[in-house]
């Protein structure tokens, strides 16, 4: 009979682990729960275990990984590869196995697509004018005006409590990844509509952004939110990550710097910030040539 893979107690500590250690977001924890979960079912198939595979099972498992005989897309294939990669990585180096079958294992390369960005008629339609009525309507002008104003992550979005808002500064405190905290200034705009939505509501503590039935508000409705936004202004497609894109790209254009981008959108690296604001490299030059003491020549000081 097929070994149970109702509950693999090796899959829980692992997760436990990046839960404690790594503070790794709820979205990071299902996706390997699952990763992980698929190859014990596969595994189970062949009455073996998780602590029992091969490379060759490994690979096995992922060749089968597609839906009705079509391959998976490369970046759901390398982000497989990596839960397994770093499952078994953990279990070997804590001394539960003796070798590390997924040691050779390569991801495939992903291709790096520049996200959409909205021009800046396009982002003020989408953010100026949003959908619903009564305080629905002013709860989705006061997180459109956010997530474009402030560039936020829509996870970072749903964390935000009111207590994180300080309307007087323009500046909010955002729960980023890894479990870092920043603080984000936002203009004029969003802190009206902040402040139409908490004068509605009557100064109510709590989540910032409430469904109808007044819990903490999803990721998939902010999806919808700006997705609905965008479709009543004539601006098909716009996701909440547009609006972040769309963020950086006008402040690019407006004249700030690429460290100063990095630390609004919460970026760990600076490279980061440059795929994600497409920056061309005579772009690049002419910051880097207005910014540096020793990129001028003599020319450029005559």
């Not at 009979?1 to 250690?21: K, N």
Request: one cysteine or more; hydrophobic letters at 40%.
């Amino acid at each position: 009979m097929p070994r149970s893979t109702t509950t693999d107690p090796d899959i829980q500590a692992w997760l436990d682990h990046l839960r404690a250690e790594r503070d790794a977001s709820p979205h990071t924890l299902r996706a390997y729960r699952a990763d992980l979960g698929g190859l014990a079912s596969f595994l189970a198939e062949q009455d073996q275990g998780l602590r029992d595979a091969k490379i060759g099972d490994l690979r096995a498992w992922l060749s089968r990984a597609g839906h009705r005989g079509r391959r998976l897309a490369p970046a759901t294939m390398a982000r497989r590869i990596a839960s397994v990669r770093t499952f078994y990585r953990w279990i070997h180096r804590t001394g539960q196995l003796e070798q590390d079958p997924a040691a050779r294992l390569s991801a495939p390369k992903v291709p790096r697509h520049t996200p959409r960005f909205l021009d800046v008629d396009e982002a003020a339609a989408v953010v100026e004018e949003p959908t619903q009525k009564g305080v629905l309507r002013l709860r989705n002008a006061a997180l459109l005006e956010l997530l474009y104003g402030a560039g936020l992550r829509v996870g970072e979005a749903t964390t935000l409590d009111v207590d994180d808002v300080d309307l007087d500064q323009r500046l909010v405190r955002v729960h980023g990844k890894g479990g870092k905290d920043r603080i984000v200034p936002f203009g004029p705009p969003a802190a009206d509509a902040i402040r139409a939505l908490l004068n509605r509501r009557g100064g109510q503590a709590g989540p910032l952004f409430l469904n109808c039935g007044g819990g903490r508000l999803s990721s998939r409705s902010m999806w919808r939110i700006v997705r609905d936004a965008g479709a009543a202004n004539g601006v098909v497609g716009v996701h909440p990550h547009a609006l972040r894109h769309s963020c950086a790209t006008h402040m690019l254009g407006a004249g700030a710097d690429l460290r100063g981008i990095q630390e609004q959108l919460g970026h760990a690296s600076l490279s980061t910030t440059q795929r994600y604001t497409h920056v061309d490299a005579a772009h690049l030059l002419r910051v880097y040539r207005a910014a540096h003491p020793h990129a001028r020549t003599e020319e450029d000081d005559s």
